[in-house]
């Protein structure tokens, strides 16, 4: 979910001097009212709502499809002072409102992250509605003469045919209601119109200017995301001690157990890094060994850190700790159906006194097919 502020249109004279001068604004808000002089109350922003399904290709990297509802809200002030419905008429505004659909990549950094996407309006089919502002916004579209003839009148095109855009955003991995959540400043922009609205201008019953907006969907947007992780439910039988014993086997100096977990002590990275390093290695080869020797025993490995930093960090940390580990084994031979990995970030210590001891790696044994 997005708020932002839209860019201006392109605005093109056709005949006068007259003019639309864009107005800078989030939002609207206030006593509002229709042609017909209705008063009501109004609050429009420019925003954007929607679902994203990300695909993490690397620890870095994760491509994504989305599909999301856009509001793009514009605020200019004619440069004709007149009255309408007895009332001084301060500028205008109007919503467009649109679906579109796109794809797009994001790139992660240490403590930051770059996302595109290019997305696509099909035949658009907007709810358009115009505002009439007097000390704040109003309501409707169309023609807005009053009884002398003098005023603005509005016409829009909107072609059925295909448009695209382009997004661009830098973003940080924040912690939002104790939960991991993204927050993003992005860009969307694009190289053709949106749609075209001709502003007629009129003087006691006479035109005597023409303007046309060109509109896109160039606008800023700060964004707030909050994930939803999904992973493959793992239907795998696991047997039990009583049914298939399972011989003691040492990794390092120390003795494995099913259903027990092993803490790694050897296996260390570089500093806020998923980089193995290469005192690691020996370690490794001893947890391979282990699943050489028992073809089919399934392991999990789990990446654990310290409470420094945000958690949202630490949890994607430790994740692609453990997947360091599982890359490895991999690369050895070993199938990835058999090893299963999680990161539990700070969540589960094992010292208070020792904070460096939380920083670890487990093993745990989960049966034997």
Not at 44 to 62: E, H, M, Q, S, Y
Request: hydrophobic share 35%; charged share 25%; glycine share 8%.
């Amino acid at each position: 979910m997005g708020l932002g502020m839209r860019m201006p249109a392109r605005q093109e004279s056709l005949s006068g001097n007259e003019k639309m001068t864009y107005l800078w604004k989030f939002f609207n808000f206030g006593s509002t009212f229709n042609s017909q002089g209705k008063a009501q109350i109004g609050f429009n922003t420019t925003n954007r709502i929607g679902l994203k399904v990300n695909l993490r290709l690397a620890p870095f990297l994760d491509i994504y499809a989305q599909g999301q509802r856009s509001n793009l809200m514009n605020a200019y002030r004619q440069s004709l002072n007149y009255e309408f419905n007895g009332i001084l008429v301060d500028g205008f505004y109007d919503n467009f409102s649109f679906l579109d659909y796109g794809i797009g990549a994001k790139v992660k950094t240490y403590n930051l992250y770059f996302s595109g996407a290019i997305n696509f309006q099909p035949n658009i089919f907007s709810n358009n509605e115009r505002k009439v502002r007097k000390q704040d916004p109003s309501e409707t579209t169309g023609n807005y003469l009053n009884d002398f003839g003098t005023g603005l009148v509005f016409s829009n095109t909107v072609q059925k045919v295909q448009r695209s855009s382009f997004y661009l955003g830098i973003g940080q991995e924040v912690d939002f209601m104790d939960s991991p959540a993204n927050l993003e400043l992005g860009f969307s922009f694009s190289l053709t119109p949106l749609y075209d609205e001709q502003i007629d201008f009129y003087r006691d019953g006479n035109r005597f200017a023409t303007n046309v907006l060109h509109h896109t969907t160039n606008a800023v947007f700060v964004t707030l995301s909050q994930p939803l992780q999904f992973r493959k439910r793992d239907k795998s039988p696991v047997y039990s001690p009583e049914i298939i014993e399972i011989q003691d086997y040492k990794v390092g100096n120390e003795i494995v157990k099913e259903g027990e977990n092993l803490v790694l002590e050897n296996i260390i990275f570089q500093q806020s890094s998923s980089e193995l390093t290469s005192s690691s290695l020996a370690q490794l080869e001893d947890v391979y060994q282990l699943l050489l020797h028992y073809p089919e025993m399934r392991i999990q490995i789990s990446g654990h850190t310290s409470t420094e930093g945000s958690r949202r960090e630490n949890l994607r940390l430790s994740e692609e700790r453990a997947e360091s580990c599982k890359g490895y084994l991999i690369k050895k031979g070993i199938s990835a159906k058999r090893i299963r990995t999680v990161g539990y970030g700070p969540d589960k210590p094992i010292s208070e006194d020792e904070p460096e001891k939380n920083r670890r790696v487990e093993m745990l044994i989960l049966g034997i097919e």
